[in-house]
């Protein structure tokens, strides 16, 4: 049988009691989970000596230790989830990955590029820097979906109602081919559309129909919701109404606008990736 292989990205401080429901969650299913242990190399901290090109560079003993420290604790933790799995019993595999910031997000993409599916667990352990490195990576840089705030696996992998925050468009049109395995799978699949347009050149006379009736013709039971927002941000529209409707998951396009303008400006993206209390699978 086909496996559906899942990406997991943790910091080597995390605790591998963070992936217990992850473990349960493919017990038993066509799953396959990967996980890449991240840790942050320090950058070199070099003393010159001498007029160049005669003098010499000097690396601090002091950060050579600190890299074989780093590199230890790497590989105990590696070995640590590896023999959680083997004791559980799963498909998996564990790898580390070592390197300078900079250099995160590449490793990030390699492993996506053979994967179906991403999510950050809850306990990642990863810290701001890395955890916005790792979620950019995987929304700009892999052909796959990332699912976010994902306290209960179950919810993105196998979920009985869905949110589709639907926008026409490129990114959501991508999340929704990324997610149409756990389209298909839900019992429930709702295409909500916030302050529609419904002129024929932007959101069309009938907003949502058109991804809806694509989603019917792959086996999908859907409804499409036109909805106010009532000058609200649309973030906080999303998330209420997924509550609203006791949705699992929520599906949505990531980054309409640039990286940098939500970074700076503000965004829908940008929130939903701070502050949802639902978990989101997203794509760009």
């Not at 066509?30 to 160049?52: E, F, K, N, R, W």
């Not at 939500?262 to 699978?281: L, N, Y």
Request: aromatic share 4%; net charge negative; glycine share 8%.
């Amino acid at each position: 049988m086909p496996k559906n292989t899942v990406l997991l990205i943790v910091d080597k401080s995390s605790q591998v009691t963070s992936l217990n429901s992850w473990i349960d969650a493919v017990e038993g299913q066509d799953s396959h989970l990967s996980v890449l242990v991240a840790a942050m190399a320090q950058p070199i901290p070099t003393t010159a000596y001498g007029a160049i090109p005669y003098g010499g560079i000097v690396v601090t003993e002091e950060w050579q230790r600190a890299v074989k420290e780093d590199a230890e604790e790497l590989s105990e933790k590696v070995s640590q989830i590896e023999a959680a799995f083997l004791d559980a019993g799963i498909s998996a595999d564990v790898r580390g990955c070592h390197c300078e910031l900079p250099l995160l997000a590449d490793e990030v993409a390699d492993a996506a590029s053979v994967s179906d599916f991403a999510a950050i667990p809850e306990g990642h352990g990863l810290d701001p820097a890395m955890h916005s490195r790792v979620v950019s990576s995987l929304l700009f840089q892999s052909p796959i979906a990332l699912a976010l705030h994902t306290t209960d696996p179950m919810a993105v992998l196998k979920p009985k109602k869905v949110f589709v925050a639907w926008k026409p468009g490129l990114p959501a049109s991508r999340a929704v081919h990324a997610a149409l395995p756990q389209l298909q799978q839900a019992e429930e699949v709702v295409v909500g559309i916030f302050d529609p347009d419904m002129r024929a050149a932007q959101d069309g006379e009938e907003p949502g129909a058109d991804v809806a009736t694509w989603l019917s013709r792959q086996g999908c039971t859907v409804t499409v919701e036109q909805l106010p927002s009532g000058g609200k941000n649309i973030s906080e529209c999303i998330d209420a109404h997924a509550k609203q409707l006791a949705a699992d998951a929520i599906v949505m396009g990531a980054y309409g606008h640039s990286k940098w303008h939500e970074r700076i400006f503000g965004g829908t993206t940008h929130m939903i990736i701070k502050q949802a209390g639902t978990p989101v699978i997203m794509a760009h």
